[in-house]
């Protein structure tokens, strides 16, 4: 495959490898298919280059949203600091196309092929685009497979996308015989489709009859059938007894029939109450999955012919979370989250019986809270996995290493049937946060034309990152957020002075997972690998007590508890903290004590959120449940409060907020659960409520997500 190029235009430099543009030491991630657009202006500075000529190059014959071409055109203006009605980067001819006014400077540069002499060259052997196209793909397939069957793959440097939609594709896998991918496609309300494209031809074919909530897919070894699993809830939209009653099947889709006329999947294993997940297909109709009771997953057999069910394998001392099934060494792989907070590779053979266990190890520093997505490679000599967007090798014995690839947003992979070539899924979310006034229409101020990306409500600072988790300052003089945008997770403020700052510079690529405000709005608590970090508002550490000693730890701002912590919820008081410790998969709620470094715990496992109001703790789960109990641990059974959505909950002077899930209104409740009145009616994509001050609203809106399905060698 032909290398991504590298260019420059003024001060910036474009890296299509990486979707990023770089302007000294910031680095700006972009989509893209907005880089595309900047690429092929590039290869032709300074000529008009038609609407036609972008929309073929950068789409490909694919159907795109009205605009999608003059919205990548104002984010590039945008970033490169253009100016429409003056412009010194793009210039626009109207009804015509587009011109880069700037000198291009090419560190890597453009491949031949999709220069206009190729084109020429085509035309005078005869051969039409397509045709052309068609014959270059085959050929150039059939190097990669000589090539990549002779020589293992350590590293990898090229990208080629292979779907072009504004639908975002998710768990992408070839077909046994290589012909196909297959991939889930949303399709809205939570809902998606299972798709087929065979690569000869670039032919999608929609292969579920109706939409549903399916899982990762995976092929029976012979190629058959499609294995995968279904629900019929969504959780943006059931109510909390109706979670109690999710159905999760195992489903299966005839594939040869799909390809012919869109099909309903035939279910295999029946409605089950409890999550079942990465169902593998063994042989003659038996199958694996992971199954859950509500704290743990076991591996189970499952035979379709006897509808026998059999335990596997499962583990006191751990919590399996993944697994992957080898059919031609016929040998599983599970991951499990230990009770020392580590990372474990187990391997069974086909009939569960414990072959090897491993700790993970690795000279890179790892965040023990997020999890290891692995598949065997081709021959099941090692596990590729995902991790944190990047991509890893784990060797059967725990040995775990960063395997180069020019992608930084990578979401999964799936191994080539018989070379070292990956499919993947890269991408990102877009999510901003709004400010809204409770009493007030919120209305677009800004004047909409076709290059202007519309939000459900004016943006605070927009970004293609995700924002979220903004909350004031109890003062009400910044807003504290967190915000991907540099390429991980950093605490921003947002100043009443109209800028955003950045207030953490993280050496750890790590997810933050919550945060708090002190009540003099001069600290926020956050998690850092397991660590207490305390950092005041100006970025500097501050001189906090060492927990361990009476003496002050000068500019400390990691800080160790007994037991590694995997979030900050809130400040009960100036010296406690609510806090979040996982034992295996399971998050537990604990007061910490910052002055005596003592960790209390609350008894309460599952938790989500917790506030504290009143001497009344009131506290979510991950199923979107709402309980409230006595302040002090240990003290009065919890009641639940089963009004609420705890997928949209804030607590605030006195009061509960939430979200109605079916209507989107925004009630006040009294601090048991009462419906006092409705306060304001949000909007689908903007219902995530997180902070509330002087009758301003902070809240989460969801803008895009954009995950493409592409070819790593």
């Not at 099934?325 to 016929?330: E, F, L, S, T, V």
């Not at 997020?370 to 081709?378: D, I, W, Y």
């Not at 950093?490 to 009540?519: C, M, P, Y």
């Amino acid at each position: 495959m032909t290398q991504q190029p590298i260019f420059s235009i003024r001060d910036y430099k474009i890296d299509l490898s990486r979707s990023v543009i770089e302007q000294g030491e910031r680095q700006t991630k972009m989509e893209p298919k907005v880089l595309k657009v900047l690429y092929v202006l590039a290869q032709h500075p300074n000529e008009v280059v038609t609407h036609q000529t972008l929309m073929a190059q950068v789409w490909q014959g694919a159907e795109v949203v009205p605009n999608a071409l003059q919205r990548c055109i104002a984010i590039l203006r945008k970033e490169l600091g253009d100016d429409a009605k003056s412009p010194a980067v793009i210039a626009t001819h109207p009804k015509i196309g587009y011109r880069l006014l700037c000198e291009v400077t090419w560190q890597s540069p453009p491949s031949a092929q999709s220069t206009p002499h190729s084109v020429k060259r085509q035309r005078l052997l005869g051969l039409t685009p397509a045709v052309f196209a068609t014959a270059f793909i085959a050929i150039l397939l059939l190097i990669i497979t000589l090539f990549w069957t002779e020589t293992p793959n350590s590293h990898y440097t090229h990208i080629t996308e292979l779907t072009h939609t504004d639908a975002h594709e998710s768990h992408a896998i070839y077909s046994p015989n290589a012909q196909y991918i297959v991939f889930n496609r949303y399709a809205g309300s939570c809902n998606s489709h299972i798709w087929s494209k065979e690569l000869s031809t670039g032919k999608e074919v929609k292969l579920t009859a109706s939409a549903g909530q399916f899982g990762a897919p995976s092929f029976t070894v012979d190629g058959r059938e499609l294995v995968f699993t279904a629900n019929d809830t969504c959780e943006q939209t059931a109510s909390s007894h109706l979670q109690k009653n999710t159905c999760w099947t195992l489903a299966t889709l005839d594939f040869a029939q799909a390809l012919t006329q869109s099909q309903a999947p035939s279910i295999r294993y029946q409605c089950q109450a409890t999550q079942i997940k990465n169902p593998k297909a063994l042989s003659n109709h038996q199958y694996a999955f992971l199954q859950s009771d509500g704290t743990d997953y076991t591996l189970i057999h499952y035979n379709d012919l006897t509808k026998q069910i059999t335990p596997l394998f499962s583990d006191e001392n751990s919590s399996v979370y993944h697994f992957d099934y080898h059919p031609i060494h016929k040998k599983f792989a599970l991951f499990a989250y230990d009770g020392n907070n580590h990372h474990q590779l187990i391997l069974l053979d086909k009939f569960g019986q414990l072959l090897q266990q491993a700790k993970l190890t690795t000279e890179l520093e790892f965040d023990t809270n997020q999890f290891f997505t692995a598949k065997f490679s081709t021959q099941g000599e090692y596990l590729l996995a995902v991790y944190n967007q990047y991509l890893y090798k784990i060797e059967l014995d725990g040995q775990v290493s960063e395997v180069n690839t020019p992608s930084s947003s990578l979401i999964s992979v799936s191994p080539h049937p018989t070379n070292s070539t990956l499919l993947a899924v890269q991408g990102s979310k877009d999510i901003d946060i709004a400010r809204i006034y409770l009493h007030a229409d919120t209305a677009q101020q800004t004047e909409l034309d076709l290059n202007t990306v519309v939000t459900p409500y004016p943006s605070l600072a927009r970004t293609q990152a995700q924002e979220r988790m903004a909350r004031f300052a109890p003062n009400g003089q910044s807003i504290a957020f967190i915000s991907d945008q540099t390429g991980q997770d950093e605490i921003w403020l947002w100043l009443d002075s109209g800028n955003a700052v950045q207030l953490t510079h993280r050496e750890n690529n790590s997810k933050i997972h919550n945060f708090a405000w002190s009540a003099d709005s001069h600290t926020i608590a956050w998690v850092e690998n397991g660590k207490l970090a305390l950092t005041n508002i100006k970025g500097n550490d501050l001189k906090i007590p060492d927990l361990k000693s009476t003496d002050l730890k000068e500019e400390s701002k990691f800080v160790s508890t007994h037991q590694p912590l995997f979030s900050v919820l809130n400040w009960r008081d100036s010296s406690t903290l609510l806090v979040l410790i996982k034992h295996k998969l399971v998050k537990h709620l604990y007061q910490l004590n910052i002055n005596t470094n003592t960790l209390t715990p609350y008894n309460i496992g599952g938790v989500e959120n917790a506030w504290v109001s009143h001497k009344q703790l009131i506290y979510s789960t991950a199923q979107g449940e709402i309980f409230s109990r006595a302040l002090e641990p240990n003290l009065v059974p919890a009641r639940a409060l089963t009004q609420l959505n705890g997928k949209a909950l804030l607590v605030k002077n006195g009061f509960i907020y939430s979200v109605d899930k079916q209507t989107f209104d925004l009630n006040q409740y009294n601090l048991d659960g009462q419906f006092i009145r409705t306060l304001k009616t949000l909007k689908p994509t903007a219902w995530k409520v997180t902070d509330l001050h002087n009758e301003q609203l902070l809240l989460e809106q969801f803008i895009g997500i954009d995950q493409e399905v592409v070819i790593l060698n």
